[in-house]
């Protein structure tokens, strides 16, 4: 039986997603968050040397990295229809969004995460109003605009086709899932874009998506 080590309010949400629309039997071990920095536990190192999540276990193979992952499931299990044939065009824009969402999306959504911190974080007086200047200019000159090219284009892609790999769901969404719904609480996604919003009800409102929190013990975003 897979089982999916899942850390509590994080991109780990997509492969119990994955696994509830695909209707397999799973098993799932929750891991807690440190309640002051928000890291994941040590314990989870026990499964994979760098300690992250997610991670799945399917027997003897031990697999990390959320791509990785959705990729393998839907190798393995093809009758799930959550993959376009291989070599068609869908294919090959299901492949680039399954790269796109940690490749391209997450980076600045991270950088952002970082720099607010530092600028709300307690420093010593004298530091404290360098510190901040140096948070607001690189969101400002950098994070910002690349937040912003990010969404306008996935705002025009969905465009194209109801979902991202084409006018079937497929686990390419579920990969987007989480890159949107950060944008959407932490970099200013709202319903000036409507596609990306309609998006996020639409996956919302899926009961695996659904169910999917309840086995997880909460939704993808802290």
Do not use: C
């Amino acid at each position: 039986m897979i089982i999916v080590h899942h850390l509590e309010t994080s991109r780990s949400h997509r492969i119990l997603w994955l696994l509830e629309e695909m209707g397999l039997d799973y098993e799932v071990k929750v891991y807690k968050r440190d309640p002051v920095t928000m890291l994941a536990p040590p314990e989870l190192k026990a499964v994979h040397p760098l300690g992250k999540s997610p991670v799945i276990s399917d027997g003897v193979r031990t697999l990390a990295e959320s791509g990785a992952i959705l990729e393998y499931l839907t190798d393995a299990h093809p009758e799930s229809g959550l993959a376009p044939t291989r070599g068609s065009d869908a294919w090959v824009r299901f492949v680039y969004w399954l790269h796109f969402a940690e490749g391209t999306a997450m980076p600045p959504l991270l950088m952002k995460l970082v720099f607010d911190r530092i600028e709300t974080a307690p420093l010593p007086f004298f530091a404290r109003p360098i510190a901040r200047a140096i948070a607001r200019k690189a969101k400002a000159g950098f994070i910002a605009p690349r937040l912003a090219e990010n969404l306008d284009f996935m705002e025009a892609e969905l465009g194209r086709s109801e979902w991202f790999a084409g006018d079937a769901f497929s686990a390419a969404d579920i990969q987007m899932s989480y890159p949107i719904e950060a944008s959407q609480k932490r970099a200013g996604l709202d319903a000036t874009r409507p596609k990306l919003t309609a998006f996020l009800q639409k996956i919302r409102a899926r009961p695996a998506y659904q169910r999917a929190v309840v086995r997880g013990g909460g939704g993808p975003m802290p």
